[in-house]
């Protein structure tokens, strides 16, 4: 399909990339402590998650007097997790990662996610 798309007159190829359905999907990234990482990668799971990629990781962030000032710690022994998700998964996800897993507090992980309708690659 890629060859054929390459090799098709510019004008096709518009035509054919606009039929690709991208709409309700998400680009789902968790970063948490690592001893969750199971936990995680199950509840990812349970909401229909593709495309898993783990990546291990620990801040770089330097200390300062304005890192200090906000509360800002260097992070060590971290996960990333990043996924393909629904729309209406990572909703409900992100709203569970904020109740069960107290996300709104400082120091107990981030995620966020970004619409993959109109990217382009």
Request: aromatic share 10%; with cysteine.
């Amino acid at each position: 399909m890629c060859w054929m798309l390459l090799n098709m007159p510019l004008k096709a190829r518009k035509i054919q990339m606009n039929d690709v359905q991208l709409n309700g999907i998400q680009y789902f990234v968790l970063i948490a402590d690592q001893k969750k990482k199971s936990k995680f990668l199950a509840l990812l799971g349970e909401h229909g998650a593709r495309s898993i990629d783990t990546v291990y990781a620990h801040g770089s962030m330097s200390p300062s007097a304005i890192a200090a000032a906000f509360g800002f710690e260097a992070e060590q022994n971290k996960v990333m997790i990043s996924c393909l998700l629904k729309t209406e998964n990572a909703k409900r996800l992100m709203e569970i990662l904020y109740t069960d897993y107290k996300f709104n507090k400082p120091n107990t992980g981030i995620a966020f996610s970004i619409a993959v309708e109109g990217l382009a690659f």
